[in-house]
């Protein structure tokens, strides 16, 4: 039985901050301590809730599916925006967005591996989001960028969950945070 949790949240955190940011905002991720929404994770949220309710091709998805499967002492877990005819779809607000963003994203591998019948992961995004009440009607007008499309596949990436599992774990140890992993992410069950 798995004892401790790994989220595409937390690889994607360790990912990020051992290239580009500093230890101490992994660490701050590693303890789980809670942080204030920004206005980007907000607009997120918000456009993930308008796709499910208007985009034609995941509508009546299965939203917000909680997936999961086990690689010895560590139980990868997720939870999928909208699973939808075999395709796993991710969407996603960002401010700044470049072809390929999102290839290396540990989510991608993760969410292939714990869903092996999917056939690909789409993400959709946008980078530009905008909710305004029209006047006093308190009606909603909408304003969205354009839908960008990545897709992929398991056999795109040179890399298996495996090998990322095991560098993450072998760098854990390596700063000696690997204590603080198993305190702060133990499996509850």
């Known amino acids: 039985m798995a ?11 360790w990912q990020y901050n051992s290239k580009n940011g500093t230890l101490e ?16 994770i907000m607009k997120g949220f918000e456009f993930e809730k308008y796709m499910q309710e208007n985009y034609s091709e995941t509508l009546n998805g299965a939203y917000q599916v ?13 939870i999928v925006d909208c699973l939808k005819c075999g395709i796993i779809y991710d969407y996603k607000y960002t401010s700044n967005y470049e072809v390929g963003k ?3 994203n540990h989510q991608t591998l993760m ?19 905008e909710k305004d009440i029209i006047d006093d009607c308190e009606a909603e007008q909408i304003t969205t960028g354009d839908i960008f499309r ?5 056999d795109m990436f040179p890399e298996t969950i495996e090998s990322v599992l095991h560098k993450f774990i072998e760098w854990l140890k ?3 945070l690997y204590d603080l992993y198993t305190e702060k992410w133990n499996c509850k069950y």
């Open 66 to 78: 909680k997936v999961s499967k086990e690689y010895g002492d560590y139980l990868l877990y997720g």
């Open 25 to 40: 905002d992994f660490i701050k991720v590693l303890k789980k301590e809670k942080f204030e929404a920004s206005e980007s």
């Open 150 to 154: 990545e897709e992929y596949t398991k």
């Open 174 to 176: 390596t700063y000696d």
């Open 111 to 129: 969410y292939l591996e714990m869903i092996p019948e999917a056939k690909k992961m789409v993400y959709l995004i946008t980078n530009k989001f």
């Open 102 to 104: 999102f290839f290396n």
């Open 3 to 13: 004892k401790y949790y790994i989220t595409p949240t937390l690889l994607n955190s």
